[in-house]
């Protein structure tokens, strides 16, 4: 049984940061791909960030050297650090896994694999 628990979202002022946490369990390909993706009520999906199994990421240009995806094998942990915040950052963010192949960070909103429940992120 997989569970993605994110953690870490609130609200803060523009230019600001946050740094989201999301504990994996259950997953059983060691080779994962991981990622952030976020939505607002009524509308689609967009892709944030992912990390492949050997560390290469991939980012939306929108948050491109402002957003930083990271994990730490060990703590079954994936990090997604926010900073510069903008108000059109505001969103719930889901933390995603899907399988090894194609990783980006168009893959992880695509529903194709597994995603958490989600936390807030609420920019002003």
């Known amino acids: 049984h997989v569970q993605l628990v994110e953690s870490g979202g609130g609200s803060v002022q523009a230019g600001g940061s946050l740094r989201l946490s999301c504990v994996a369990s259950?997953?059983?390909?060691?080779?994962?791909?991981m990622g952030w993706f976020r939505q607002a009520p009524g509308k689609e999906r967009e892709g944030v960030a992912a990390?492949?199994?050997?560390?290469?990421?991939s980012y939306a240009d929108s948050v491109k050297g402002r957003f930083t995806i990271s994990k730490d094998n060990a703590k079954n942990t994936l990090y997604l650090q926010m900073n510069s915040l903008k108000p059109e950052d505001t969103d719930m963010y889901y933390c995603?896994?899907?399988?090894?192949?194609?990783?980006?960070?168009?893959?992880?909103?695509?529903?194709?694999?597994?995603w958490g429940q989600g936390t807030q992120v609420t920019v002003s």
């Open positions: 995603a896994a899907h399988g090894p192949r194609d990783c980006n960070s168009g893959s992880v909103a695509r529903g194709l694999g597994y």
């Open positions: 990390v492949d199994a050997d560390g290469n990421t």
């Open positions: 259950g997953l059983t390909d060691a080779r994962s791909c």
